[in-house]
């Protein structure tokens, strides 16, 4: 793990720094958790493994899964904690990753889904951060890890999908694209994602369209931070 710059209390006060300065209203969404203690680290996992990539909360976030505000009233807590220990188990055939969380995590994010209602936002300011760091949570906050890996890094399973039927990772993209190519590959998204074998069904994981929902100043940020993943070694000369 490389060092971080800020603590976890930090990013989340940046993070509803940010969508407080997007106008988002969020219920509930990267909210503080004072009343159960688990779910403030369920939370942090939420936002670590970019689970707002396939889900929403508060109409925010992916389409891939179900929305998941009320997924206490559908889900038993045994079925979730079943659910985050191996999906495929409870749910066979399903594109939701199996993260290999440990039971203290997956108890966590249970407890942090369970209670989502009861949340109330705290707000405080973050400190100052270089474009890089910014764009890491941007890269957090859209969920972009869910489908494209912690730091990403790749290795999401996406069944018949030409690339390896995973996901691809992002930290060479400096190497194929332009800064402002990058931007608009983001943009516009993938909705047809190329098939390893056209006999089998289409790869489930498509890459959404962000126009309208990143702003212009976070996808410059974002795009800084995925330049910046490019490994040292390969990059002399920078
Ligand atoms: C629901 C899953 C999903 C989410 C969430 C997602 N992507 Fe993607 N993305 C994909 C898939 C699948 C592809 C591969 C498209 C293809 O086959 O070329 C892709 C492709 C890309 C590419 C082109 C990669 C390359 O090698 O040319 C970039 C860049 C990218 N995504 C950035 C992002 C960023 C930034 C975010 C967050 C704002 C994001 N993606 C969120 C699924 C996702
Ligand atoms: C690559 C996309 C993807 C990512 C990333 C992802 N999920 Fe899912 N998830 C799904 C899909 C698809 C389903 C519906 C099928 C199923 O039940 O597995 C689902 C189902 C669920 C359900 C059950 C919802 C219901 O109404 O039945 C929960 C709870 C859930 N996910 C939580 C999470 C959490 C927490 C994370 C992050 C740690 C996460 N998911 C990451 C795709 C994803």
């Known amino acids: 793990m490389p060092p971080q710059k800020f603590s976890e209390t930090n990013l989340e006060a940046i993070i509803l720094f940010m969508l407080s300065q997007t106008g988002e209203s969020a219920p ?18 939420f936002q670590q493994k970019g689970c707002i990539g396939c889900h929403s909360i508060g109409d925010q976030g992916g389409k891939i899964g179900p929305a998941l505000d009320d997924v206490g009233l559908r889900r038993p807590p045994e079925w979730m904690m079943q659910h985050f220990r191996d999906p495929q188990t409870v749910s066979s055939g399903t594109v939701m990753p199996r993260f290999g969380f440990t039971e ?3 108890r966590a994010l249970t407890d942090f889904l369970l209670h989502l209602r009861d949340q109330k936002v705290a707000l405080s300011l973050p400190s100052l ?5 910014r764009g890491r949570e941007v890269f957090r906050k859209y969920g972009c890890a869910g489908c ?10 996406n069944p018949n999908a030409k690339t390896a039927e995973q996901v691809p990772g992002l930290i ?17 998204g ?16 498509y890459m959404s369209a962000w ?3 990143i702003k212009d100043s976070e996808l410059d940020d974002l795009t800084a931070y ?10 002399p000369g920078f």
Do not use: C, W
Request: positive net charge; charged residues 30%; glycine residues 8%.
């Open 148 to 157: 494209h890996g912690a730091d990403a890094k790749g290795g999401v399973p």
């Open 211 to 213: 126009a309208g929902i």
């Open 104 to 106: 203290t995590e997956a």
């Open 226 to 235: 995925l330049f910046s993943l490019k490994p040292k070694e390969e990059n």
């Open 28 to 45: 509930g969404y990267y909210a503080s958790m004072r009343v159960i203690p688990s779910a403030s680290e369920g939370q942090r996992l």
């Open 129 to 133: 951060m270089s474009p890089v760091e």
């Open 190 to 205: 993938q909705r047809e994602i190329p098939a390893l074998d056209a006999k089998r069904p289409p790869p489930p994981l």
């Open 172 to 188: 060479y993209v400096a190497d194929g694209y332009t800064k402002d190519e990058l931007k608009t590959r983001i943009l516009k």
